[in-house]
């Protein structure tokens, strides 16, 4: 399987560009513009490809799309599948060697999302990517995509390619976005206030937003087709990281054999690791966005720190109303 393509993407046709000018149109953090499309709001420089992967992609069988909406686990998402999907053609190292593993670990030779690249954000790619994913004679691809469901190509949607979407409370994701957001477009300016951060989380008028209908898509559809979608908290990969992970691998056709193979690709693909990785510490894989952005804390319940008890309560008014209708529980 390779694991990332040419950014070369098919062009959207005129009506498109039509189509782009009338959106409405909101000031995200006073920082920059972002555009509603199809319910959902974007960096314009976004729309057109995915447009582009919508109306072109030719998903295959034995394809696999990694999906999320922003800061709810997505960099450690990518860096485990990229292991399990590796573990059938690499022999089993022992980590306290750790010179052993470069030559089979992929994790020290660039960033996850290098390795795995989110599909509509390759425009901003900063190193030549390897494979075109419009390129329908090439092998199967490992990808990953902040879009919302009702906008992936048909042929995602109706092939035997495997999705697994990762979700995370919406609290902490709504820190892990401020503290981003932050690092990225107010680099040495004080932190946007994060009352403001509250209200545009809430509204949905963010980047990838709304955030509770982007999780709603997924968890619906993970529960009509089991077998096609899978769905994976954020909290329970931490809690129980080996049986998660154990159950990913399986879901995506590559059990593990041996109880120690897990093991290896938790420590591989652990926080601490990455973030002390030569590849995590410098570096851009995307344009203005430091490799050491995608590594924070990681943490379970992080929010308490920053909420205030009026702040939670807003959030967790909206998580009632949209999640628990379905069933859903953070």
């Keep these: 399987m390779k694991n990332s393509f040419n950014s070369s993407t098919p062009t959207p046709n005129n009506d498109d560009d039509k189509s782009l000018n009338e959106l409405p149109k909101a000031r995200f953090w006073e920082a920059m513009d972002i555009f509603q499309w199809e319910g959902y709001w974007f960096e314009p420089n976004l729309i057109k490809p ?50 052993k593993l470069h030559d089979h670990d992929f994790l020290t030779t660039e960033n996850p999302h290098f390795h795995v690249p989110t599909i509509e954000s390759t425009i901003y790619s900063t ?62 300016q004080d932190p946007f206030p994060l009352e403001k951060a509250v209200d545009c989380f809430c509204a949905g008028v963010h980047q990838y937003g709304s955030f509770f209908n982007h999780v709603i898509e997924y968890w619906k559809e993970s529960r009509k087709r089991p077998h096609k979608v899978m769905f994976v908290k954020y909290e329970e990969l931490k809690s129980d990281s080996k049986g998660q992970v154990s159950k990913i691998a399986k879901f995506l056709g590559r059990p593990f054999e041996d109880e120690s193979d897990v093991d290896e690709v938790l420590w591989r693909c652990s926080l601490e690791r990455l973030k002390g990785l030569e590849v995590n510490k410098s570096g851009s894989i995307l344009l203005n966005v430091p490799n050491s952005s995608f590594f924070r804390k990681g943490e379970v319940g992080d929010w308490k720190t920053y909420l205030t008890p009026e702040m939670e309560e807003r959030v967790n008014e909206i998580s009632r109303h949209k999640f628990e209708p379905f069933g859903l529980f953070f």
């Design 127 to 188: 190193k030549a990517l390897m494979v075109d994913i419009y390129d329908t004679s090439s092998p199967s691809h490992l990808l990953h995509t902040h879009l919302p469901y009702a906008v992936l190509p048909n042929s995602v949607k109706y092939s035997a390619c495997k999705i697994v979407y990762i979700a995370r409370n919406p609290k902490d994701t709504l820190i892990s976005m401020w503290h981003f957001f932050n690092k990225v477009l107010r680099p040495g």
């Design 50 to 99: 995915a447009i582009a992967f919508r109306s072109t992609f030719q998903a295959r069988d034995d394809d696999i799309l990694l999906a999320s909406t922003m800061k709810t686990g997505t960099t450690w998402l990518k860096a485990l599948s990229l292991c399990i999907m590796q573990n059938k053609s690499s022999p089993h190292q022992n980590h306290e060697n750790p010179n």
